[in-house]
């Protein structure tokens, strides 16, 4: 099974940018990896995918205009470009793989452990 490793979590200001990434090692991604993401208190949130094959990607829309989600094929890898950082995505981003894609995290059977992201105001 891949394995699945989240990176470039950390602190920023409102307005800020960070660039997250999900790096594959054991095996190619499947179909579809998305990203997640999870505040205290709170559920798993969908943020956005992208189909692996084609590198078509897909967002909530709370982070349209803002979130951009790409791939490298050549590094295996997956990122999530978020610009414009407000404190409400301030939480804790995982990676997931997915045969099928779709929204519901109940679709991923494979995750990372995750990155933390702080936005302070």
């Known amino acids: 099974q891949v394995q699945l490793a989240e990176s470039g979590g950390g602190s920023v200001q409102a307005g800020g940018s960070l660039r997250l990434s999900c790096a594959a090692s054991?095996?190619?991604?499947?179909?579809?990896v998305g990203w997640f993401r999870q505040a205290p208190g709170k559920g798993r949130e969908f943020v956005g995918n992208?189909?692996?094959?084609?590198?078509?990607?897909y967002y909530v829309e709370s982070v349209k205009g803002r979130f951009t989600v790409s791939r490298d094929i050549t590094k295996n890898t997956v990122y999530l470009q978020m610009n414009s950082l407000k404190p409400e995505d301030a939480a804790r981003y995982y990676c997931?793989?997915?045969?099928?894609?779709?929204?519901?995290?109940?679709?991923?059977?494979?995750w990372g452990q995750g990155t933390q992201v702080t936005v302070s105001s």
């Open positions: 992208i189909r692996w094959s084609v590198g078509t990607p």
């Open positions: 054991g095996r190619t991604f499947s179909n579809y």
């Open positions: 997931a793989a997915s045969p099928f894609g779709g929204t519901n995290a109940a679709a991923y059977n494979n």
